[in-house]
């Protein structure tokens, strides 16, 4: 069984970033020169899957733009000489291949996961949240498509988190599978509990934004009531899949940037542009210079 298609949710608000995000989408926010979600549809071509599904909405026009060839800019850049340039913009639009369906309402991810199925089919399938910038030499969707190929069932990414920090995320119990191939890695989930408190959370593995998952989520999807929020929540959604179907945690490797938050933006920004060939040592001197 092969995953062919990967969806990419980029119809939310992005309230956090408000102002940045009143006229622009959040997806777009450039971590030093490329966009948030450019980093999640690299990350799919480099894990082998050929399309992109974007589930998108009002204002979010730039994203279908970046994705699409530019001739006229493409023009100029060659006039200009500028010819490395313009055969890196032409890269992002042949990456993989692009399908776009609009989420009328901002009703949550559960929802938005929904409005693909049409375009999805009866498939598994993987879902990327594009603020979870992971970086690793493997990709993450990569070393999980291995516990899906192995098992065939739904995969979700986890990351342990500080226990202080469970209340932000949707945590998991689960039973480790004693299989060498994983290190220790993979576990099989028995629940998962939305934003618990630390003392009420059952472990601090967090579930982070990339899933695998099988087409039954559709069903279960569409028998899910609004949750927090009033918002069909994805969580939800997975917490009824656990009752019909095994799903799996799988412990990334990689470092993983929460990019859909202020502070982890920026913490991005300086990572990232500190491991950049091209200026990572000028910047390193300037941060030095700050004598903080
Ligand atoms: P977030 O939970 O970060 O929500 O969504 P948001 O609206 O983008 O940002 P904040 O919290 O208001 O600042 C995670 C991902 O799911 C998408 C978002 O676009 C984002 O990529 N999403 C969320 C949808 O596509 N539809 C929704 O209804 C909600």
């Avoid at 313009?86 to 609009?102: E, K």
């Avoid at 993983?256 to 990572?271: I, S, W």
């Amino acid at each position: 069984m092969r995953i062919h298609k990967a969806v990419l949710p980029v119809a939310g608000l992005g309230t956090r970033f408000l102002p940045a995000t009143k006229a622009q989408p959040k997806e777009m926010l450039p971590i030093v020169d490329k966009p948030l979600v450019q980093y999640a549809v690299e990350e799919v071509a480099s894990s082998g899957i050929p399309m992109v599904v974007f589930v998108t909405g009002r204002g979010k026009q730039a994203i279908e733009n970046h994705f699409d060839v530019s001739a006229e800019l493409e023009q100029e850049l060659a006039g200009r000489g500028k010819e490395s340039l313009r055969r890196q913009l032409r890269r992002i639009s042949g990456m993989v291949r692009f399908a776009y369906v609009r989420q009328q309402i901002p009703r949550g991810l559960g929802d938005a996961i929904l409005t693909a199925q049409d375009l999805v089919g009866e498939e598994p399938f993987a879902v990327l949240l594009s603020d979870d910038v992971i970086v690793n030499e493997t990709p993450c969707l990569k070393q999980m498509l291995k516990v899906f190929e192995r098992y065939g069932r739904s995969v979700v990414a986890v990351q342990r988190v500080p226990r202080k920090a469970v209340s932000s995320y949707g945590i998991i119990r689960g039973r480790l599978v004693p299989d060498r191939d994983w290190q220790g890695r993979l576990y099989r989930i028995e629940d998962m509990v939305e934003k618990p408190s630390p003392k009420a959370a059952p472990s601090n593995l967090a579930v982070i934004g990339r899933y695998i998952l099988t087409p039954t989520i559709f069903r279960v999807l569409s028998a899910t009531a609004p949750g927090a929020g009033g918002e069909i929540q994805l969580t939800d959604g997975l917490r009824r899949l656990l009752v019909t179907e095994p799903i799996y945690g799988y412990v990334f490797e990689g470092t993983r940037y929460d990019a859909g938050d202020k502070l982890g933006f920026l913490r991005a920004t300086v990572e990232l542009a500190l491991q950049r060939p091209d200026m990572g040592k000028a910047f390193r001197r300037y941060l030095k210079s700050l004598r903080l």
